[in-house]
């Protein structure tokens, strides 16, 4: 890491240069290191996940299977779910950015539970080993979401290590999120009250709220599926009067939730750098941690839109489709509130605002195609067409993914004590911006047409072909897009500006110590005497970019 | 500090109530309450828990505010988990 | 009394367990119970699933579930019910002699409750023999259930839906003889802690989080018992 480096230039003591060593990182218990660890696993699974999307997408840029197998193309869509999800979704924000932050933003030393913090790390790992095994012994081709009876009854692929490993990872985000938990109740210092937690903290804690509630319900479906496969265990089975759909409500009682696992540390990070680089107050605070936490709890009550098709009451159909379209009165408070607060904003376009930017309307678009497949009628005629395929690639990689770029550049400085060079990050951003959008607009267009996901031939409809091959054009681009930021930040690491403390001159209690911080994060404890995002009294501007 | 101290004698009583109340759930099995077996078993058991809860689990003394809530939210929760899911099964036009 | 000790320890900061991230030992005191009830309330969604599923069966099948409920040993689940009381009484007054400070008599309940946890599960096996024996194991080629449904004398059991019954049955129990194990495993640690004397009254969370996770597999059994055990007993 940058440790030779900042040790030459003689500045202090920080979490980064205070020990060196292999053992010093594997069995730290300091957040901000578990932090980076974090780091290394979800960009490794990162790659190995967009490793698969690129083969889908090179398949898909002929009308003829002629690159892979169908039952290899099953699994590749298969493993590219559940590593992205699984692997590198969940964890991205909360365990790297949530993991680094949330003590510091609460002016604690540490988590509650510093030990556990380390041992959901190995947890990760433990079930990301247990991924790669069922990648190398020969894949798994379930589809992302095992439905049975065909993953307990049909398939002969690694369907039990690849539970086994979701299983584990699961147990993994469980940790994390009550450590999360317990630590924003318990640990914040003095003065630090709930109306003044930064939005980025109370997004974690929703999101923890899901993670504890929810990931427990998915373990016992997958257990449920190994037991069936192992011991002839009959629960989800027919032939024992078993009902297949009981799995999918379980699998979705967490599995819709686990969206907004994945989207709601987006959202905190997007407050955050809205803020700081329009130089205003966030536009209704109360309103926004309601917002995050109104999500959290109706993200519950709308599983079964995923199963309008597959056979459930149709009453139960229409109730869930109504209570689909409440998940959209928060999201739009949440977007109408960060326009608010650009309003007469003094507004710079760092690198992470224009992530921001990219977040915000992203975002509504998928958020907006989602009100199509909330509504009964329409998602009868788009089930399992591309146009939901590009409905939620708009919310995770629009949305999260976009965030989570974002707010590695915004606190890059802090965690790395390097200035990352802002004008390739600018042209980073606008990469993956452009290259999202071809990747992904025209998917909305084929699945309008009728195509359907999951086929790897579509010799039948060569009409589909055209806009398939812009769709993969734009994947290219978005590759190039995210090595970028890859590699300079490793190049940063080692030949970047050193980082002010404060190089935003942004609000916040993690911008008040040094960068990187001291292992305990603050040389003294700090006691909070004003309100979150008091850019009114900071008079300092964005300084300029070279 | 926590530190209430419960009375060996409470923990006595509750474990002699819970052992009445086995008995007691047993006998109400046999016999013929129409609908209300079911009931009265998960009553029963529903009383058997809160005892334990209240009273081994040191809830109803607990200093710590946010336990009541943990307990709270988990089991409404899992109440959403069951009403929604039933009220699929429930109405299906088919079997 | 034990409070001001803690109070004592919490202002002169001697207290070895306390960490250094925790201002005081009353705070990380307080963390550690909110976290212990936080895991709590994710094993009852873990549990809570298979009670879904169970409720719905039931529901479906109840004839069926009732048929296959008379074949379980209620003489043997309601000595297990007793005995999982039992060893629930003894971890409270493990609990409490913490609190009060013995350290021999933390050691004994928590052996005690040990012994009865392991007795529970010599039970348990016990039952599983049998059912192993009188063919009652879902997704086996010998899979039989005679009888009929208690309310229709003349209607044969459906095997189909007596099946699920054991599905649900052996998946159940099995998870709660699961951390059953668990638990036996991190008390006989417990007491080897105790014996030692880790703790005083200043410092048992690890027995009272203990504890807690004894109790709460204690509550599951609660319900399972009538569940299983207890259905159209009286036709």
Redesign the interface.
């Known amino acids: 890491m940058a440790t030779a480096a900042v040790g030459e230039l003689g500045e202090r003591e920080n979490y980064l240069n205070r020990e060196y060593g292999i053992k010093s990182w594997l069995l730290t218990v300091d957040h901000k290191r578990i932090a980076l660890l974090y780091l290394a696993g979800i960009t490794f699974f990162f790659f190995i996940g967009g490793f698969f999307a690129l083969l889908i997408r090179l398949e898909l840029m002929t009308p003829a299977g002629d690159l892979v197998q169908a039952d290899t193309y099953n699994k590749l869509f298969t493993m590219h779910g559940q590593v992205m999800i699984f692997f590198f979704l969940i964890p991205a924000v909360p365990a790297v950015l949530g993991n680094f932050l949330i003590p510091m933003m609460i002016g ?3 988590l ?3 030990h ?1 913090n380390l041992l959901s790390w190995y947890l990760y790992i433990l079930g990301g080993t247990l991924m790669l095994y069922t990648i190398l012994a020969g894949g798994v081709d379930t589809g992302w979401t095992f439905y049975t009876p065909l993953s307990t009854e049909f398939l002969k692929t690694q369907v039990i290590t690849a539970a086994l490993a979701v299983f584990v990872a699961g147990f993994s985000s ?1 940790l994390t999120g ?2 999360f ?2 630590t924003i ?3 914040r210092c003095p003065g630090m009250t709930w109306d003044r937690l930064p939005l980025f903290v109370w997004a974690h804690y929703a999101t923890s709220l899901i993670q ?6 998915l ?3 997958i ?2 599926v190994a ?1 069936e496969r192992l ?5 989800f ?1 027919p ?5 297949p759909l ?1 799995f999918q ?2 699998f979705w ?1 967490y599995s819709h939730p686990a969206v907004y696992i994945m989207i709601l540390p987006g959202m905190g990070i997007i407050s955050e750098i809205v803020c700081c680089f329009s130089r205003k107050r966030i536009f209704g605070y109360t309103a926004m941690a309601l917002a995050v936490l109104g999500i959290a709890v109706v993200g519950f009550l709308v599983w079964a839109h995923h199963m309008f098709v597959a056979g459930i009451s149709i009453y139960a159909a229409l109730v869930f489709s109504i209570l689909s379209y409440f998940v959209a009165v928060p999201s739009a408070i949440k977007v109408f509130n960060w326009t608010a607060t650009l309003y007469k904003g003094s507004i710079t376009y760092q690198t992470p605002m224009l992530y921001a930017f990219g977040f915000i309307g992203l975002f509504t678009i998928g958020g907006l195609t989602g009100l199509f497949l909330a509504c009964l009628g329409i998602d009868v005629h788009v089930t399992d067409t591309y146009f939901v395929v590009a409905h939620f690639h708009y919310i995770m990689v629009g949305g999260m993914v976009m965030a989570y770029l974002g707010g590695m550049h915004f606190w890059w400085p802090k965690i790395s004590g390097r200035m990352y060079p802002e004008g390739w990050g600018r042209l980073a951003a606008l990469i993956v911006f452009l290259g999202f959008n071809l990747t992904f607009f025209p998917q909305f267009i084929l699945g309008y047409m009728g195509m359907p996901r999951r086929y790897w031939d579509y010799s039948k409809a060569p009409e589909f072909q055209i806009l398939n091959v812009l769709s993969t054009a734009g994947a290219t681009i978005l590759a190039v897009g995210y090595l970028l930021p890859m590699t300079y930040f490793l190049w940063s690491m080692r030949y970047g500006e050193p980082a002010p403390d404060n190089p935003w001159n942004a609000a916040g209690l993690e911008w008040m110590t040094s960068s990187p911080p001291p292992t ?1 994060n603050f040389d003294e ?1 700090p006691v909070v005497t004003w309100e979150a995002y008091n850019y009114d009294e900071i008079k300092e501007e964005v300084p300029v970019a070279q | ?3 209430h ?2 009375s ?1 004698k409470l ?2 009583g ?2 002699l109530a ?2 009445l109340c ?2 007691l ?2 006998f109400a ?5 129409g609908p209300f ?1 079911a009931v009265a ?2 009553a ?2 529903t009383f ?2 809160s005892l ?2 209240l ?3 040191h809830v109803k003394y ?3 505010k ?2 009541k809530l ?2 709270v ?3 409404f ?2 109440l959403i ?2 009403t929604l ?2 009220a699929d ?1 429930l109405t299906r036009l088919w ?1 | ?3 001001s000790e ?2 004592v320890a919490n202002q002169t900061h001697d207290n070895p367990a306390l ?3 925790f ?1 005081s ?3 990380q ?3 550690a ?3 212990m ?17 169970y ?3 039931r ?3 109840f004839g069926d579930f009732g048929a296959a409920s008379k074949t379980l040993d ?1 003489r043997l689940g ?1 000595i297990n ?2 005995v999982l ?2 060893s ?2 003894t ?3 493990a609990v ?1 002699s913490a ?2 400070g013995k350290r021999k008599a933390i050691a004994v309940f928590l052996l005690l409750t040990i012994v009865l946890g392991l007795v529970f599960l010599g039970i348990k096996g016990v039952e599983y023999k049998a059912k192993f024996e009188e063919h009652h194991v ?3 080629a010998d899979f039989h259930l005679a009888g009929s449904v208690p309310l229709h004398p003349d209607l044969p059991v ?1 095997q ?2 007596a ?2 019954y054991f ?2 049955y ?2 159940m129990t099995g ?1 709660h003889a699961l951390h059953m194990v668990i638990g036996v495993g991190l008390f006989s640690f417990l007491t080897y802690e105790a014996w030692n004397g880790r703790y005083s ?2 410092y048992y969370t690890p027995i009272e989080n203990g ?2 996770y004894w ?2 597999v ?2 599951i059994w ?2 399972l ?3 299983f055990y ?1 259905i ?4």
């Not at chain 1, 032939?239 to 009902?243: H, N, Q």
């Not at chain 3, 159209?232 to 036709?235: A, G």
Request: aromatic share 14%; glycine share 6%.
């Open positions: 604690a030393k540490d509650a539970f510093p556990i469980i009550l450590n938990i317990v109740h318990r640990m504890v509630l929810g990931t427990p319900v373990a016992i479906a257990v449920l037991l011991l002839h265990l009959g629960v089975n032939a024992m009067g078993g009902d009981l409500h379980l009682f305990y404890e | 500090m926590s530190e101290i419960s060996v923990y006595v509750i474990w819970l052992l086995t008995g759930t047993v099995s046999f016999q013929d309450l077996n078993a998960l029963i058991a058997k828990a334990v809860v009273f081994f689990m607990a200093s710590e946010m336990t943990t307990i939210t988990a089991i929760f899992f988990l069951i899911s039933l099964y079997t | 009394m034990p409070s803690a109070a960490l250094h991230h201002a030992a009353e705070q005191k307080n963390a119970s909110f976290g009830w936080l895991f709590l309330a994710t094993e009852i969604m873990f549990f809570g699933g298979m009670f879904c599923a409720l719905i069966y529901y479906w099948y209620i309601t019910t007793a009381i039992c629930s009484f971890v409270a007054m409490r609190q009060t879902p997704g086996q459906n189909a839906h099946q699920m599905s649900l052996f998946a998870m009254p200043s504890g807690l109790h709460f204690d509550i609660i319900y018992f009538p569940l207890l159209e007993r009286h036709r």
